[in-house]
């Protein structure tokens, strides 16, 4: 288990960043933009697992605890991904995004790698 927050190997520089932690059994998502003081969301194993299959498929959010939006949504080209159960939402800009994405599809956070 890793108890540490990280970003992909992709992030250019660390501070504007998709930042991820897996701690007790769950996996939490914040931007490092808000410098841990911004809103924190959480996926359990199951929606972790499915939110990085729709974000390596680059596919509208069905996994029922986060919502992403789509490029078209935001003016910047970025997304913004919604807990359900909280109401708190965190707003990438394009390159964060695609660094996020490149190392899911790199494997560097769990499952896919294909």
């Known amino acids: 288990m890793i108890n540490e927050w990280r970003t992909s190997s992709f992030s250019s520089n660390g501070a504007s960043c998709v930042e991820v932690l897996e701690a007790d059994g ?4 914040r931007d ?6 911004g809103a924190v969301l959480h996926l359990d ?3 972790w697992s499915a939110f990085l299959d729709e974000v390596a498929r680059d596919v509208p959010s069905a996994n029922g605890a986060v919502e992403v939006t ?12 919604l807990e359900h ?5 965190l707003h990438f800009r ?3 995004w695609v660094a996020f994405r490149r190392g899911v599809l ?6 896919p790698r294909a």
């Open 70 to 81: 789509t490029p078209d949504a935001r003016a910047d080209g970025g997304r913004a991904v």
């Open 94 to 96: 394009d390159d964060e």
């Open 45 to 47: 194993a199951q929606a």
């Open 85 to 89: 159960s909280s109401g708190a939402v």
């Open 32 to 37: 490092t933009k808000e410098n841990g003081e």
């Open 26 to 29: 769950a996996t939490y998502l």
């Open 106 to 111: 790199a494997g560097e956070f769990g499952a």
